[in-house]
């Protein structure tokens, strides 16, 4: 699984890697575990990066799309509307 080569990747570099490295590991496992349906796991992968790299608009979207499904309503639309206000042409966030 991707998944597993992210954590790998994760474990490789380990906590004194910089900030950017670390989030954008945990950005793209968080997309895997939307891919997986596994989205406790998006979630926590999506916040961590977004405490790393806190104006990436692909983490928050995916932070959205999770809370979404785990049924966190309030949550996911104040997330998606943060993307919308960086990215008007998201449209799956605007919508």
């Keep these: 699984l991707a998944a597993d080569e992210y954590t790998a990747g994760l474990q490789e570099c380990g906590d004194d890697s910089a900030s950017d490295q670390r989030g954008l590991l945990l950005s793209n496992r ?28 692909k983490s928050l979207f995916r932070r959205a799309l999770a809370q979404e499904k785990l049924g966190r309503s309030s949550e996911a639309l104040a997330d998606f509307a943060k993307v919308a206000r960086v990215e008007p042409n998201n449209k799956a966030a605007v919508e």
Aim: proline share 4%.
């Design 30 to 57: 968080s997309q895997c575990w939307l891919k997986l349906n596994d989205y406790e796991k998006s979630y926590k992968d999506a916040d961590d990066c977004l405490k790393l790299l806190p104006e990436h608009s």
